[in-house]
């Protein structure tokens, strides 16, 4: 039964991780898209210049969560991204309230514990970086026959 089970979570597992990461960037770059361009936002809202904290913010959520879900350069943008999180968090939630729940940085959060577990574990299988790496490595066998 172990071995049955052991076989699913090989053939599955960077699947999954693949189907992480798209969600992840699906689910993150509206922040971004609604702080540069106002997608989802209230009708008075007024952007952020785009050389402000918030400006970088939002150049890093969007472009930041695009590379996340096509999955070209994974763990450099993930490592990025998962630092934008924290000191977001430590800048904007935790002075507010220990918890986040209280202080409204619960998803902050999480976003910067799945992106640090994204830049190391890598896009999947479904990436645009497993694309290159497959490429790379028979453009390179071919070499010197």
């Known amino acids: 039964m172990m071995d049955y089970l052991d076989?699913?979570?090989?053939?599955?597992?960077?699947?999954?991780?693949?189907?992480?990461?798209i969600a992840t960037g699906f689910l993150f770059?509206?922040?971004g898209a609604q702080k540069?361009?106002?997608?989802?936002a209230p009708?008075?809202?007024?952007?952020?210049?785009l050389f402000s904290l918030l400006g970088l913010a939002g150049v890093l959520?969007?472009?930041?969560?695009?590379?996340?879900?096509?999955?070209?350069f994974t763990r450099p943008v993930a490592f990025i991204l998962?630092?934008?999180?924290?000191?977001?968090?430590?800048m904007v939630h935790a002075p507010k309230g220990f918890w986040p729940l209280g202080?409204?940085?619960?998803?902050?959060?999480?976003?910067?514990?799945?992106f640090l577990y994204l830049a190391i574990a890598g896009g999947g299988t479904w990436s645009v970086d497993?694309?290159?790496?497959?490429?790379?490595?028979?453009?390179?066998?071919?070499?010197g026959l």
């Open 7 to 21: 076989s699913i979570s090989s053939r599955w597992s960077l699947r999954l991780l693949s189907v992480l990461r």
């Open 29 to 31: 770059m509206p922040h």
């Open 36 to 40: 540069l361009f106002g997608f989802l």
């Open 43 to 49: 009708e008075h809202t007024v952007l952020p210049p």
């Open 61 to 72: 959520e969007f472009f930041g969560g695009l590379f996340i879900l096509l999955g070209p």
């Open 82 to 90: 998962s630092g934008e999180m924290a000191v977001a968090y430590f």
């Open 103 to 114: 202080n409204g940085g619960d998803l902050a959060a999480i976003f910067c514990f799945v």
């Open 130 to 143: 497993r694309l290159w790496r497959r490429n790379y490595s028979s453009n390179n066998s071919n070499v």
